[in-house]
C-alpha cells in the first residue's frame, strides 16, 4: 500500500473546508487504509485527510504510542455532540514543520462519526485524547493549531519558516510556500 504525501503548511488545501463523505464504498476504505498507514510510517498519532491533500471529512486516530493499533479509530463525517471545561496541552503537528506550542482547548469532547463499516459511533475523549480530537477535526474546517495562536506567535512561526526555506534547509516545502 503506498503512503501519501503529507502536505505541509502553507499549502492552501490545509486552509480548505473539508466536505462530508457521500458513500463509503471500497474506494474510502482503501484511501482510509493508506491514511493509517501514512499516520503510523510518519509517525504521528492522528492525521486528518486534507493532510493528505483529500479534501473530505476524514480522520484517523491512535493515540495510544504503546499499543499501536490497538484503540485506532477510523472516523468519517465526525460531529462534536459536546464539548466542555479546558486544559493545555503542547501540540505540534504532522503538516507543520519543526514547530510545537501550547494551545488551550477543551478537556472533554463527545465526537459521533460514521465507522468503515457504516456504523455509527459515539466516542467519548478526555484530556490528551480529547485535544487530540479537536486537532485533527479543527483539520477538516481547515484550521491548523498555529492559528489558534496569538498573531504575534503565528508571525514568528512564519518568520522561521522563510528563514528554514531561504537556508534550503527545507527545501521539500518551497514549492508549497510559494503557492501560499
Ligand atoms: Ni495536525
Excluded at 27 to 36: K, L, N, P, T, W
Excluded at 74 to 86: A, T
Excluded at 124 to 146: C, P, S
Aim: proline content about 6%; some cysteine; charged content about 30%.
Amino acid at each position: 500500500m503506498a503512503l501519501l504525501q503529507i502536505r505541509k503548511y502553507p499549502d492552501p488545501i490545509l486552509k480548505q473546508p473539508a466536505k462530508p463523505v457521500t458513500q463509503i464504498d471500497d474506494a474510502v476504505r482503501s484511501f482510509i487504509e493508506s491514511m493509517v498507514q501514512t499516520m503510523y510510517a510518519a509517525p504521528g498519532i492522528g492525521l486528518a485527510a486534507p493532510q493528505v491533500g483529500d479534501s473530505r471529512r476524514i480522520i484517523v486516530i491512535d493515540a495510544d504510542q504503546e499499543n499501536p493499533g490497538r484503540r485506532l479509530l477510523k472516523l468519517i463525517n465526525p460531529e462534536v455532540v459536546e464539548m466542555h471545561g479546558k486544559v493545555t496541552w503542547e501540540e505540534a503537528c504532522l503538516s507543520v514543520v519543526d514547530y510545537s506550542s501550547p494551545v488551550q482547548r477543551a478537556s472533554h469532547i463527545v465526537v459521533k462519526a460514521l465507522t468503515p463499516d457504516e456504523n455509527e459511533l459515539e466516542i467519548e475523549a478526555e484530556e490528551f485524547l480529547a485535544v487530540v480530537f479537536q486537532h485533527e477535526l479543527d483539520h477538516l474546517d481547515g484550521r491548523l493549531f498555529i492559528d489558534r495562536l496569538s498573531g504575534l506567535k503565528r508571525q514568528l512561526y512564519r518568520r522561521k519558516l522563510q528563514k528554514l526555506i531561504k537556508e534550503g534547509r527545507l527545501e521539500n516545502y518551497a514549492t508549497a510556500a510559494a503557492r501560499a
